[in-house]
C-alpha cells in the first residue's frame, strides 16, 4: 500500500496514537470460519433474446470467510476479516480472481473507537445494505444506488483507511480515505475516494445519510454522491426509502455524458420504496425503484421487485423471486441479483428476470 502525500491518510494513522492506550497484559483470543453458499436456477429476458441458467448466488453472494479476535487488555482488541467469493456453479473465485476479493481487513477497536485498514466497502454501502428490503439480492438497490466505491460493479475500495466512532445516544459515524495509488507519483490527489456516514439506529428506526467522492486520475474532477435512508420495523412488517443524488463528472464527460447500458450518469437521482411483511414463517419482500438520469440523453428505468423467503432452518432458506426493468427511450439497463448483472437487454425493451434457489449459511 503505498501513500503519496496523503495529509488524511496520515491524520488518521497519527489519530491512532491517541485514540488506543495498549495495556502490556495479553487475554483471550478467538478465530472462526464463516460463509453462505447460494444456487439457484434463473431465466432472464433481454428483450430480443432470454437465458436459462443456473447460477451461483441469487439471494445472496457465495462466500468463504475467516475472522478473528485478540483481547489486548485496557478495552483494546485486535481483529480481522478475510471474505472471499466464489461461484457455486462451477466453483471459480469471484471478484475478478481475487483471493479475498469481498474484503480483507485488519483492525483495533477502543472505548474511542476502531481504525481499519485492507479492502472494504464503500460509506454508502453501510447504509443501504441495512434497508434494501431485497437483501442486495434479486433486484438489489445496488444496481442503482452508488455504494461509493471507485467503479459501479465491485461495491469495494481499496486502500481503505477507516474511522469507526463508538455509537453515542443511537448515533454512530464511519469516515474513510483511500489513496488513488498511481503508477507513477503524482503531485496532485489523482484517484483518491473519501467517503463518510452518519447512522442513527435506535429500537425499530434506522436512519443513514453518506456522503462520497472519487477524484480522477488528473484531480480536476470526481464522481460524487448524497444519499439517504431511512427504515421503520412495525413488527409484522416494516417501509423503506432510499433516496440519492448523484454526479458522475470523474468518468463521464459532456460529450458523453451517460452510458445506455450503465446506471450512474453525468447527473441522476435515484430513488427507492419498499417494505417487508411476514407470511407465517416465511417474509414477503417488494421494492420499486426509479432512476431519473438527468442529463439531455434522459435514459430513464422504472423497477419492480419481489421475493418470497422461507426458512427451512435458522440456517437454511429456499427463495423465489422476480424482478422486472422498463427501460425507456434508448436505455438498456439490466436487473441484477446478488452476484450478477444480466447485460445484453435490446435498446428501449422491457427486461425481466425469475429465479428460484437456496441459501445456506454456516
Known sequence: MQFHRSRPAAGLICAAGFLFQAVPAQASSSQNIYGIVDACVARSDLGAASRSMLNGGCLSGSRLGFRGTEDLGGSLRAYFTLE?????????????GRAFGRKALVGLRGTAGAIEM???YGTTFYVVQPVDPMGLGIGTASSTIWSGAPTTTSGR????LVYLSPSYAGFSMRAQIAPGEQSSPHAKRGADAKGFNLIYRQGAA???LSHTRVSNTT???????TT???KYDFGRFSLVGIAQDGAWKGSRTLAAPSNPSSFFSRNYRSYLLGGSVKAGIGSINASFKRYDDRTSANFDADQWSINY????????TVYAGYSRLSNKRLSSYGVSDASTA????????????LAVGMRHAF
Open 206 to 208: 434506522f436512519v443513514g
Open 228 to 230: 439517504l435512508v431511512a
Open 157 to 160: 475500495v481499496n486502500n481503505s
Open 342 to 353: 444480466y447485460s445484453g437487454v435490446t435498446p428501449g425493451a422491457s427486461t425481466s428476470f
Open 309 to 316: 423467503l422461507h426458512p427451512l432452518s435458522r440456517r437454511t
Open 84 to 96: 472471499m467469493g466464489f461461484n457455486t456453479d462451477d466453483g471459480a473465485i469471484g471478484q475478478g
Open 219 to 225: 484531480d480536476n474532477n470526481d464522481d460524487r454522491a
Open 118 to 120: 485492507g479492502r472494504d
